[in-house]
């Protein structure tokens, strides 16, 4: 929310987690949607399977990771790798 311009609206920065925790528990399946794709890139990554997650497909040839989407265009990725992210979790 910081990124997003929130303290310049005047919102607080004590406010910020509050606001974030009451939009995931008003999406709990956008949240889901999330986890549920996370998993999956990293399914095709480290295990190189053809995976999906709704219309988004995720597929590994020659060290490349493809996403398909639901509007037909696909994304390309070079070399993706996991990593560990500034919260100590996994990311791509």
């Excluded at 990293?42 to 597929?59: A, E, M, N, S, W």
């Amino acid at each position: 929310m910081r990124a997003m311009g929130a303290l310049e609206m005047g919102l607080l920065e004590d406010e910020l987690q509050l606001l974030v925790n009451m939009w995931r528990e008003s999406n709990p399946n956008i949240v889901r949607f999330w986890w549920d794709v996370d998993k999956a890139v990293k399914d095709c990554i480290t295990q190189h399977l053809v995976t999906k997650v709704g219309c988004v497909r995720f597929r590994w040839k020659s060290g490349m990771l493809f996403i398909n989407l639901p509007s037909g265009r696909r994304l390309s990725y070079v070399k993706p790798r996991i990593g560990i992210n500034r919260f100590g979790g996994e990311s791509v």
